[in-house]
């Protein structure tokens, strides 16, 4: 295939455009965006390199030789998202800046719901992520603990959003599939759910039942997990 490298090689690493001839028509952020484009549009399975290349109106062999392989692509892909990440002045509470960099990362994922299954040690090293990186550990400067403390905290914290914005998109999906209504649908299962702890068989889920018996408050939900992580890496708190 043309452009592919014979060597394994960071596509940042690469020139914008290999080979001789005009200047380039596409730049990495245009095929970037016509990526992400069909993503938020029609999920990440319809992104492929034909289907980039009818969206930029180029043929699809050309976009090789700016993009050796569809990875590659995706990695664009994330580092054009990652740059949507507002990166302020740290305030000197690391806590809150977390917090902050938390509910910026879900919204974030929420608009591009393709994200969170591209979520990846291997797509974390792009410009833009190396520049939000940068930034959550300028945030965690008055945190007391290593760097490799502080990353582990940062990966901590993405994990649980990710997991927690995986579920919501599952969910939202879900709902949408159904041929009936959310609400009939959950008075059903908890209708199920009702007869089976009513018949003694499960104790200890009837006794939780008893304590809250719901609705669940699924944004506390998410606000004491990552208050949770946070509260692991507090000083006062660690194990040594």
Not at 115 to 141: K, N, Q, T
Request: aromatic share 8%; net charge negative.
């Amino acid at each position: 295939m043309a452009g592919r490298p014979a060597v394994p090689e960071v596509i940042w690493a690469r020139p914008e455009r290999t080979g001789r001839g005009p200047k380039p028509a596409y730049t990495r952020a245009d095929i970037a965006a016509a990526a992400v484009r069909i993503a938020d549009a029609q999920g990440l399975d319809a992104v492929s390199m034909r289907h980039v290349a009818a969206e930029l109106g180029c043929g699809t062999m050309s976009l090789y030789n700016y993009v050796p392989r569809k990875e590659d692509l995706y990695e664009l892909m994330v580092d054009a998202v990652s740059g949507e990440h507002e990166l302020w002045e740290p305030t000197g509470d690391w806590r809150a800046d977390m917090l902050r960099v938390a509910h910026q990362t879900r919204a974030l994922m929420l608009r591009h719901p393709w994200l969170p299954g591209l979520m990846s040690p291997v797509y974390g090293f792009s410009p833009h992520a190396l520049r939000y990186i940068e930034h959550c550990l300028a945030c965690l400067d008055p945190l007391e603990a290593s760097y490799g403390t502080k990353t582990e905290l940062v990966a901590m914290l993405n994990g649980v959003v990710t997991v927690y914005v995986s579920n919501e998109i599952a969910t939202a999906e879900r709902a949408r599939s159904l041929p009936w209504s959310e609400e009939q649908e959950n008075a059903a299962r908890i209708g199920y759910l009702g007869g089976r702890i009513a018949s003694g068989a499960y104790p200890r889920m009837a006794a939780a039942f008893m304590e809250d018996a719901g609705p669940i408050d699924l944004e506390a939900v998410f606000e004491r997990a990552l208050g949770r992580v946070l509260d692991a890496f507090e000083p006062k708190r660690q194990i040594s």
